[in-house]
């Protein structure tokens, strides 16, 4: 199936057909009723270039990671696997060898309603993020705005390492502010 094409009538026989790209890393995206979006791109930290989206999945053997998949079609024992636990046949089923992280490599079959190959680039960090990620005003060094270096919050107290709090006088009454 090409980038861009949606297939929804009749079941596919031949494997997904890949646009040019690098597309090593995978992982499902997101999973929700009606959609499945397997991702992929070099490195899926901050962004990826192609998603695979099912609609209306019917069946799903994949791994939630995976890398360097090589789609096939789908064998004859699959098909009926899927069609004996659906019902009908699926109106796509896709079938695929991938790198899952053990010794041996992982199958995949997902079936579903129609498959759509899209191309393009999505950004992984939510809105009101920074570019790298971190959390709407965090410092480059992991500190909110006025977080002390050591990591307290504005306005908390100094202990030292006898248990002395900075500002306090023997008996534990707090000595009045200066000036």
Known sequence: MEAGQDRSAGPVE??????E?????????????GELRLAAGYDLSYHHGLE???????????????????????APEERR?????CGEPPGVL?????????????????????LEVRVGL???YGRG??????????KSDGRRPGQQPDGRPPGSCHT????????????????????
Request: proline share 15%; hydrophobic share 35%; aromatic share 10%.
């Open 160 to 179: 030292d390492p006898a248990g002395h709090s900075r500002g306090q006088e023997s008996g534990g009454r707090t000595a009045p502010p200066p000036g």
């Open 21 to 33: 790209g690098s597309w090593w890393d995978w992982d499902v995206f997101s999973w929700r009723p």
């Open 129 to 138: 993020a920074e570019p790298d990620g971190r959390p709407p005003g965090q």
């Open 94 to 114: 896709v079938a695929f060898e991938a790198d899952g992280g053990g010794a041996e490599p992982v199958s995949g079959l997902i079936a579903a309603g129609s």
């Open 52 to 74: 695979l989206v099912f609609a209306d999945p019917l069946y799903v053997r994949c791994p939630a990671g995976f890398q360097d998949p090589v789609f096939r079609a789908p």
């Open 81 to 85: 696997l899927v069609e004996r636990q």
């Open 14 to 19: 031949q494997p997904v057909v890949l646009p």
């Open 122 to 124: 999505v950004l992984r």
